[in-house]
């Protein structure tokens, strides 16, 4: 599949072998997901001219899908490397000329956004500690035990539907973890705030995972000690 002959996903379960490469995409930002995820929830939850936002902006998919289709954006990163990464990345020329915002912020306390102001959330948040994207940084998700990391991502949930507007929807993506060789489902505890927020669930969708850079050493360690591989995210669409 490629951006030109691209058709929306019809179904709940969603598997883009091809990492997608279009306009600036790439996988070279650890843990960036598929552009191909980015474009259905757009094309699917918004329309142009629309408010999208990204509070986990990273590398930039979710903007760089919203400046090619005339979606206008919001992207927020508690780390200033991600924020200069996804401003590089928007620089390109697209067919419209929606208003992207790139800056640095907090996604558990979303200052400057107003109440019932934004149509659409698509986000990425890290996965507790598993990968941690910065060094140093007061309220980076990303260095937080499930614990921790589970309280601020209530504070994320309330965020997110202070901001939504009424009728509007909030996808995120989340995958679970595993410990002491046993599954812990962080994508239905985070899931679970987002509930307790006030949110309604309108679709689970699984999303196969593919090309895992740590797949040679998992695979081996799943033999030697009878586990299976997580293989697996979950895409929460979630409707105010």
């Known amino acids: 599949m490629s951006r030109d002959n691209f058709e929306l996903e019809t179904t709940t379960i969603w598997s883009f072998p091809d990492r997608g490469k279009w306009a600036t995409h790439d996988a070279k930002y650890r843990g960036n997901f598929s552009p ?16 999208v936002l990204d509070q986990f902006v990273g590398s930039g998919t979710t903007l760089i899908e919203c400046k090619l289709n005339d979606r206008n954006a919001i992207g927020l990163d508690i780390n200033s490397k991600a924020v200069d990464i996804a401003r590089k990345k928007l620089d390109f020329e697209s067919e419209y000329n929606p208003l992207i915002e790139v800056r640095v912020g ?3 306390d979303l200052l400057g956004i107003e109440k019932d102001s934004i149509d659409l959330i ?3 948040p ?3 500690n598993i990968i941690k994207y910065s060094e140093g940084i007061p ?3 990303s260095h937080l035990k499930e614990k921790d990391f589970l309280s601020a991502m209530e504070k994320v949930a309330k965020e997110c539907y202070r901001v939504l507007k009424i009728g509007k929807f909030c996808a995120i993506v989340m995958g679970d973890t595993r410990k002491n060789g046993m599954v812990r489902p962080l994508g239905f505890e985070v899931m679970q705030r987002f509930l307790g927020a006030g949110f309604k669930i309108k679709e689970i969708i699984i999303k196969e995972q593919h090309n895992c850079k740590a797949t040679g050493y998992w695979k081996t360690n799943s033999q030697k000690y009878n586990f299976l591989l997580l293989a697996h995210e979950y895409i929460f669409v979630f409707k105010k």
């Not at 191909?36 to 408010?51: C, E, G, H, M, Q």
Request: net charge positive; hydrophobic share 30%.
């Open 139 to 141: 309220g980076d998700l």
């Open 122 to 124: 698509c986000t990425h």
């Open 126 to 128: 890290p996965y507790s």
């Open 36 to 51: 191909y995820v980015a474009k259905n929830i757009i094309l699917r939850y918004s329309k142009p001219k629309d408010l």
């Open 106 to 108: 907090d996604a558990c």
